[in-house]
């Protein structure tokens, strides 16, 4: 587990690794003012998220670019699942 998780950082989660070898997938962690955290949801889904956030006052789940070659896909990650990545990154970020 991070301590601190910044935008930019690059980690991996426990829960995404490679189906053939278990090697982790090298994450981004977006802002949420990065509107490629939100591609892909609705206008009331985005609304939710941030919404929660101000209420709270805290960012429990953290959005992380995941890159598989050509495409990527952003989930929402709970900080404690992730780690900094170290070791030669096995996907390219953009």
């Not at 998780?5 to 829960?15: A, E, Q």
């Not at 070898?21 to 892909?40: H, I, K, M, S, Y």
């Amino acid at each position: 587990m991070i301590d601190t998780i910044n935008p930019g950082d690059l980690v991996r989660s426990r829960f995404r690794t490679e189906p053939d070898t278990g090697r982790p997938w090298q994450g981004q962690v977006l802002g949420l003012d990065d509107e490629r955290a939100f591609t892909g949801r609705s206008k009331e889904a985005t609304q939710y998220i941030l919404a929660s956030c101000k209420e709270s006052g805290a960012v429990h789940d953290v959005p992380v670019l995941w890159s598989f070659g050509a495409s990527a896909r952003v989930y929402f990650e709970r900080r404690g699942t992730l780690s900094a990545f170290s070791g030669n990154p096995i996907r390219s970020s953009p």
